[in-house]
């Protein structure tokens, strides 16, 4: 507990650091909502770890309440973490964030439907989030996935793949994808968390593949042409 203390002076620092509005540790104590939630959470994990789930799921519903931030107390939070604005976060069971992350509101790290070979759910269902990363407001990053340190993902953004260190990713064009293997045992299909199919195929990273190993036989059979010439 004592270590969680530590860790809420750091996320108090934290959001004096990278909120221009924020004038003092005291306004940021008594206004920030981001700074509201951490703390509920820093106390609901110590309560999950001591196998009060049960206290610890009730007392993250009343955050959610009173902050509009949904951290449910499984999730695992470095220190100096910062929620800009915050109305709208939600942050699942298995994520993992590491130290000094920065999100904005509406940001989901969201758990997808992941079957392991014996067809059961497995357990690691949400993000891994490195250290120093920034999320922009209404992002959406979900599935297993890993984010690196330093990286950056701009606003609106939907990320379902893992994502390099110091890196900038942006986009969410939607497109319709082909399902592989969509009908499971006894023609059941499985509920897809955030409408992700893990196995479904996208025909135009699909296409996009295909053409790059076209365009790599053309360089190669023109390079033998030149050789011979």
Not at 55 to 71: D, K, N, Y
Request: proline share 4%; aromatic share 6%.
């Amino acid at each position: 507990m004592k270590a969680n203390f530590k860790m809420i002076r750091q996320d108090l620092d934290a959001v004096v650091k990278r909120d221009p509005a924020t004038r003092s540790k005291f306004e940021a104590a008594v206004c920030a909502s981001g700074f509201h939630a951490i703390v509920f959470h820093r106390f609901n994990h110590w309560l999950w770890q001591l196998d009060f789930k049960f206290t610890a799921r009730v007392l993250s519903q009343v955050a959610r309440f009173l902050t509009g931030i949904e951290i449910h107390p499984g999730a695992r939070i470095g220190k100096g973490f910062f929620i800009d604005h915050g109305m709208g976060v939600v942050i699942g069971e298995t994520c993992e964030i590491g130290d000094n992350v920065t999100m904005y509101h509406d940001v989901t790290l969201g758990g997808t439907t992941v079957f392991g070979p014996d067809g059961k759910v497995t357990a690691k269902r949400h993000p891994t989030i490195g250290n120093n990363v920034i999320i922009g407001s209404g992002s959406q990053v979900l599935g297993p996935i890993k984010i690196g340190d330093n990286a950056k993902i701009g606003s609106n953004a939907i990320v379902t793949k893992d994502v390099a260190p110091n890196t900038t990713v942006v986009g969410m064009a939607a497109h319709r994808v082909a399902e592989l293997n969509g009908r499971r045992k006894k023609g059941r299909q499985p509920f897809a968390a955030y409408g992700i199919v893990p196995d479904a195929k996208d025909p135009v990273e699909a296409k996009m593949e295909e053409l790059t190993r076209a365009l790599e036989v053309l360089r190669e059979e023109v390079k033998q042409l030149k050789e011979k010439s």
